[in-house]
């Protein structure tokens, strides 16, 4: 079955020793389901597919096969993966996530390396890309969006802002500052407006009403795809 592309474009910042799908050392490895597709996306309208090469990484290098491996980084540094806060997100530390399409949903798993140990963060898929400002990449990812929010972001409302209508990738850090968590939607990625980025957080996400989504403040940012 061939799946459409989705008209977008990613910058990878570092590649994790070479090689786009690793795990950190001594983590749980998660595989995607079986039969499921890697998220494979375009580039800008007009653009050339990549080459091989380009898909190693390094400034403009567009994502190619559902994989976007980042070295967190203060601004200006890094425009793409940023650590807003160095002692929560070392510089050095880093982040890969990984989107397959399944026949009933979207998967997604994100691998950390370098965060402080035995440290607890939110994280979630959000809606635009990074800036230098925390707060331009926008509110989280929803399936179906919370109407009451619209005017005024974000939404903490749990019927809209849980795990199921969002894509949570909350982790713990082990003993060596690394962490791999994996978790699984049933609806596909917007072809369109998609997910832009990842936001780590200071803390795990709130579920209780009136603050459900919630997680403290934004401590890194990377994007995954460009406008």
């Not at 290098?61 to 002692?87: R, W």
């Not at 619209?150 to 209508?165: E, G, L, M």
Request: a positive charge; aromatic letters at 6%; proline letters at 13%.
């Amino acid at each position: 079955m061939r799946l459409p592309r989705l008209a977008l474009s990613c910058l990878l910042v570092a590649v994790l020793s070479g090689c786009t799908d690793a795990t950190p050392s001594g983590e749980r490895t998660y595989s995607p389901p079986p039969g499921s597709t890697p998220w494979f996306v375009s580039g800008p309208p007009g653009s050339a597919r990549p080459s091989p090469s380009a898909s190693r990484g390094g400034p403009d290098a567009p994502l190619t096969q559902g994989v976007v491996t980042g070295t967190f980084l203060p601004y200006p540094q890094s425009t793409i993966a940023i650590t807003y806060d160095p002692k929560v997100v070392p510089p050095g530390s880093t982040a890969q996530v990984v989107i397959s399409r399944t026949a009933s949903g979207t998967w997604v798993r994100l691998a950390v390396t370098g965060m402080v140990p035995r440290r607890a963060y939110g994280a979630h898929l959000h809606r635009q890309q990074c800036t230098s400002v925390p707060a331009d990449a926008g509110p989280h990812y929803q399936h179906v969006p919370d109407p009451a929010a619209a005017a005024s972001p974000p939404s903490v409302d749990p019927s809209y802002a849980n795990p199921r209508n969002e894509i949570w990738l909350d982790f713990t850090a082990d003993a060596h500052g690394a962490a791999t968590v994996a978790t699984a939607v049933r609806w596909h990625l917007d072809q369109i407006e998609p997910p832009r980025s990842l936001i780590v957080h200071a803390q795990p996400t709130s579920t209780a009403a009136g603050t459900a989504g919630t997680a403290g403040p934004r401590v890194a940012c990377m994007t995954l795809a460009r406008q």
